[in-house]
């Protein structure tokens, strides 16, 4: 059962332009979410987060939003350029032992010059 | 600093070998510990977490298991490796219950022959 899903295994943007990936969630109780981005043979790198009691926060080209009717995330990455090329979870939490975190299955984002 | 170390960076093992990877962290006391897998293609798999010295959860049964015998350190194991061990593994540090990110070691690449 995957509690969170990235529906979208890879996505091509134009150097300059809007670059969303998303991701949906099933699991009511989670009350955190994350955007990690990965290069390959790496760990991933923490993006960007955001509350449940939030449906926007924003970090320089980053910013992700939340919609907990529909049970959605997304993130945007504005403008995108070819170093933002790279593998990107969505990732979430429910207050509780260790808050681990359950992940979704990555999009690769390629940013094309 | 908060950073985290993971070794080996990169294994080759036969089928029915032992493994033990370690990671350990610097930085802040008593952190939440965690160690995830990524398989080929996949996402990140919750595989171990631990609160503190001497708890492991765990979230997947398997024949891997892990152990924190010093407050900054993790260790992962097995003691007969298969074939379906292989993959990236990750270690991750959190701090308390609070709304934290888990920030990623570097990883160890595991391949098992």
């Known amino acids: 059962d995957q509690q969170v899903k990235q529906n979208s295994p890879s996505l091509s943007v134009q150097e300059g332009r809007i670059s969303i990936l998303n991701c949906d969630y099933t699991n009511s109780m989670f009350d955190y979410f994350l955007w990690y981005k990965k290069y390959p043979a790496e760990g991933p790198t923490f993006l960007i987060s955001?509350?449940?009691?939030?449906d926007k926060n924003e970090d320089g080209r980053f910013t992700v939003f939340l919609n907990k009717s529909a049970k959605h995330l997304s993130l945007h990455i504005v403008p995108s350029q070819p170093g933002d090329s790279a593998v990107y979870f969505c990732?979430?939490?429910?207050?509780?032992?260790?808050?681990?975190?359950?992940f979704g299955s990555g999009t690769q984002l390629t940013v094309l010059p | 600093s908060q950073t985290i170390h993971q070794w080996p960076a990169t294994l080759v093992q036969p089928v029915g070998s032992p493994l033990s990877l370690e990671c350990t962290v610097e930085g802040t006391s008593n952190p939440n510990l965690y160690w995830y897998r990524q398989a080929a293609g996949r996402g990140l798999q919750l595989l171990f977490y631990?609160?503190?010295?001497?708890?492991i959860s765990s979230e997947v049964p398997q024949n891997l298991s892990a152990s924190r015998p010093q407050d900054r350190q993790f260790i992962l194991s097995s003691k007969k490796l298969l074939l379906s061990d292989s993959g990236f593994y990750l270690c991750?540090?959190?701090?308390?219950?609070?709304?934290?990110?888990?920030?990623f070691g570097p990883g160890t690449r595991l391949t098992v022959l």
């Open positions: 990732a979430a939490s429910n207050f509780g032992s260790a808050r681990q975190l359950t």
């Open positions: 955001i509350s449940s009691i939030k």
């Open positions: 631990s609160v503190g010295i001497g708890q």
């Open positions: 991750a540090r959190g701090q308390g219950f609070s709304y934290n990110e888990q920030f």
